[in-house]
């Protein structure tokens, strides 16, 4: 897939970086950049046809677990926008924080989730993530901060030891959305299917 939907809310939480911290300019210029990000999607793209050949039947996934095995394996273009080049602004040189993310990837802009195998691997988790926060100063309401539960909600979904299911509330709102009468009402009809296709 060339550089579309899939890598959004990594281009959101970039854009949002760039407006913190000031100006990107990569090394070397945007066109050598750009190279390289090319070159990363081509590699993704030669990694998901040898593990398309290595499937012995092609099973059909749901878009859930379909995202969650794109998770698992190793992204070129996800190692690229998270590695020491993804964060070089005006001065031309890459960070080099010791910070490795804690999850091995960008946050998504304010909620954090995480899950683990047991209850030691969560701990763990834990631990790292509020190391993290004291040594960048960020501060955390813990009235805010739900710990151990069986199922939460984040990013309009429902997670549960079982997996990820959409919102039953998004999946009410699908069935009460009217049908269109004129040109308006198609074009609003068709931007809710667009909103609501991530829960169908």
């Known amino acids: 897939m060339p550089f579309g939907l899939k890598n ?6 970039r ?35 040898r593990n398309t050949a290595m499937t012995e039947r092609p099973d059909v996934l749901t878009k859930f677990e379909a995202d969650y095995s794109a998770l698992s394996t190793s992204d070129p273009v996800q190692a690229l926008i998270n590695g020491p080049d993804g964060d070089m602004f005006s001065s031309g040189e890459p960070d080099q924080s010791s910070h490795v993310p804690v999850f091995g990837r960008r946050s998504f802009v304010d909620d954090i989730c995480f899950g ?20 960048c ?3 955390v309401s813990f009235t805010k901060s739900i710990f151990v539960q069986p199922k939460v909600d984040f990013l309009s979904h429902v997670v549960t030891p079982e997996g990820i299911v959409a919102d039953p509330k998004r999946l009410a709102a699908i ?6 009468r004129n040109k308006k009402g198609m074009q609003a009809f068709l931007g809710a299917l667009n909103y609501y296709s991530r829960f169908i």
Do not use: H
Not at 116 to 135: K, N
Not at 175 to 180: D, G, R, V, W
């Open 15 to 49: 854009l949002i970086d760039n407006a913190l911290w000031g100006f990107v300019q990569p090394k070397g210029g945007w066109t050598v950049f750009a190279e390289r990000m090319r070159s990363a999607e081509s590699a993704m793209t030669a990694q998901r046809s």
């Open 137 to 139: 100063r960020i501060s």
């Open 116 to 135: 683990g195998v047991d209850f030691d691997d969560c701990l763990e988790t834990l631990d790292r993530l509020l190391t993290r926060f004291a040594e």
């Open 175 to 180: 069935a009460e959305i009217p049908f269109p």
């Open 8 to 13: 959004a809310p990594m281009i959101y939480q």
